[in-house]
């Protein structure tokens, strides 16, 4: 059994898109698709067949100040609008609609990272739970803390799953994956510092102190995570694509030239799959 995670990073995730782009065009699909935080909206696209789309979410919607901008946190409390993202585009009347009929016949199947804000754990929702104009659980994924809020779903909130599993290939392996793609945004050899991640703890612990503790610990699961995938790779159990630099693209940063030169890495990079695959 086949299977491709895509751990996100915000703008970042035009990597991601790039490869899926690719996959898409060599007709390669996975029987099971993981998505964590942007990587979930990488997903769904690909399991859509909507080839080019995630690419113009990081390429044109993005700079979009609706989408993604001061204006936001000022008016609404969050810097990026994922309403705006997954519901005023990705409606069926929206400009960029999500092919919802295309993703109930995709042959594998994908699920979804969110973070519970009660207790820190990840959960993996399945595309079985979404329906037609009701994407809240690829927005659960990507709500990251201070620059977005979380997202309700069935009375109980949820953040980014990259806080409470980065790269969760062991849920992958779990599902009886014996051949494994893993889609990184930083380079393989990139390690968290964690300096980041404790600020951002300790402005949202009043708030969300179980959120607050996962933040905190998040960069350091993050690093053991590649860690133990490298050992993998090393041992043919899986196959790592990640860029060899960021192109300058940050989680939030928007640069036109910068996100396109990542895309196409992610296409140029992800030829490798199709004879790992083999």
Known sequence: MTGIVDVGGGNRGAYGAGVF????????????????????????????????????????????????????????????????????????DGEDPLDFAAMSVYPGKSFFTVTDARTGKPLYFGSDTISEDDYKIISASCSI???????????????????????????????????????????????????KEALMSKLIESKYPVIAKQTAVYPYLYNDQVDALLRLEAEGRCLI??????????????????????????????????????
């Open 241 to 278: 694509i990640a860029p060899d630099n960021t192109c300058g693209v940050g989680t939030v940063k928007k640069d036109k030239e910068s996100i396109d030169r990542l895309y196409r890495k992610g296409y140029e990079d992800a030829a490798a799959i199709r004879e790992y695959l083999a």
């Open 21 to 92: 782009d690719r996959l898409m065009d060599e007709n390669i699909k996975f029987d099971i698709c993981i998505g964590v935080s942007a990587g979930s909206a990488n997903v769904i696209s690909y399991t859509c067949s909507q080839r080019g789309r995630n690419y113009r979410f990081y390429h044109d919607y993005a700079f979009r100040k609706e989408y993604m901008s001061l204006s936001n946190l000022f008016s609404k409390g969050e810097y990026i609008d994922l309403d705006y993202v997954y519901s005023v585009l990705s409606n069926s």
């Open 145 to 195: 803390p201070i620059v977005c809020g979380p997202t309700e779903l069935n009375g109980c909130m949820y953040f980014d799953g990259g806080l409470s599993d980065p790269v969760p290939y062991e849920k992958a392996l779990s599902l009886g994956c014996d051949k494994l793609v893993v889609i990184l945004t930083k380079p393989k050899d990139y390690r968290k510092s964690g300096k």
